[in-house]
């Protein structure tokens, strides 16, 4: 089993910047891929951007260009840096990691809000 733990949202103002961590407990070795996911109030969990062991990326059409994923493998630890934040960016962001043929895990989710 992989443990997740987000951590690094709050509150900031449009054209804001955060920066999100994923830490697991399983080397990133062990995990085929991993990601980030949000959902808001009243709409599903929406794909936001995935890293794979090769450090090959993948984003939604909605960040492209203004967030971007990377990974600390010494550390175990993902991470998403969103500038040019929008309001509509507002949601619970979960970290999530697939191992293929054994599971899927997700972290408890990190409330991401941009507002004036």
């Known amino acids: 089993q992989v443990q997740l733990v987000e951590s690094g949202g709050g509150l900031v103002q449009p054209g804001g910047s955060l920066r999100l961590s994923c830490a697991a407990s399983r080397s990133f070795f062990s995990i085929d891929h991993m990601g980030w996911y949000r959902q808001a109030p009243g709409k599903e969990r929406e794909l936001v951007a995935t890293?794979?062991?090769?450090?090959?990326?993948n984003y939604a059409d909605s960040v492209k260009g203004r967030f971007t994923i990377s990974r600390d493998n010494a550390k175990n630890t993902m991470y998403l840096q969103m500038n040019s934040l929008k309001p509509e960016d507002t949601a619970v962001y979960y970290c999530r990691a697939l191992q293929l043929g054994r599971g899927e895990y997700w972290g408890q989710g990190t409330q991401v809000t941009v507002s004036s």
């Open positions: 890293i794979t062991r090769g450090s090959t990326t």
